[in-house]
């Protein structure tokens, strides 16, 4: 199957800044792309949908300025994670959606680990 | 939001045995994915069925559907100490979303 890739694996960082995390198609071209997040021993939520060349859309309750999303290429989108705060800890997932015979499937990331100190 | 809601939250069973998952979702859908994820890394793929579709196996895997009911299950024979990890059903819309239920922590004992 295609391959994502995410970038970096883990992060640890203060209060206060800003982290950036990338999510790769590596092997074929992915028109749409999604962000989810986990919190530990939790289910994954669905954070934003993003769209190639178009702005995000953010799922109800997530802040679309505090986690900015760019989708300036078929094969790459990024989140960026403005001002974290300790509650923004979390297990940060990707998926990358391929059109194909039976319609679309999504590709899932290996995760980003994200820890605000 | 979340479409899908998995019980038991949490399963135990002896190495060996049978295990069984549910899922119940609210909305109809074009196909459900079950996925596995081992403890604090990334999902594994394990079927999909298509709405059209009533039961499909994989290996030791096999999944049902019932649309009428807005439900499947998952179930895993032989159970192995590898099969230890959360499963969670997930499901298509049709509007390229996948959204996922709570998950079942499955842990298989020696």
């Known amino acids: 199957g295609a391959v994502v890739s995410q970038h970096p694996s883990w992060v640890i960082c203060k209060s206060g800044t800003s982290v950036k995390i990338e999510c790769r198609s590596l092997?074929?071209?992915?028109?749409?792309m999604f962000w989810y997040r986990q919190f530990p021993k939790q289910s994954l939520m669905l954070m934003a949908t993003?769209?190639?060349?178009?702005?995000?859309?953010?799922e109800q309750g997530v802040e679309k300025d505090k986690f900015l999303i760019n989708h300036a290429s078929l094969t790459l989108s990024t989140l960026t994670v403005t001002s974290a705060h300790p509650e923004d800890s979390s297990f940060y997932i990707c998926?990358?959606?391929?059109?194909?015979?039976?319609?679309?499937?999504?590709?899932f990331g290996p995760g980003t680990r994200l820890t605000v100190l | 939001s979340q479409q899908g809601e998995e019980d038991p939250q949490a399963l135990s069973i002896q190495e060996g045995e049978n295990a069984t998952m549910n899922c119940s979702y609210k909305?109809?859908?074009?196909?459900l994915q079950w996925y596995r994820q081992n403890s604090g890394r990334g999902l594994v793929h394990l079927i999909l069925?298509?709405?059209?579709?009533r039961e499909k196996h994989s290996g030791r895997l096999r999944v049902t559907l019932d649309t009428s009911k807005k439900s499947s299950s998952l179930l895993i024979t032989a159970s192995r100490a590898a099969d230890t990890a959360s499963y969670f059903c997930?499901?298509?819309?049709?509007?390229?979303?996948?959204?996922f239920g709570k998950g079942t922590r499955l842990h298989i004992l020696p």
């Open positions: 998926s990358a959606s391929q059109l194909g015979i039976g319609g679309s499937e999504q590709f």
């Open positions: 092997d074929f071209q992915a028109t749409t």
């Open positions: 993003s769209n190639e060349g178009s702005k995000a859309t953010y």
């Open positions: 909305t109809s859908i074009n196909n």
């Open positions: 069925i298509r709405s059209n579709e």
């Open positions: 997930a499901t298509d819309r049709g509007d390229d979303k996948i959204i």
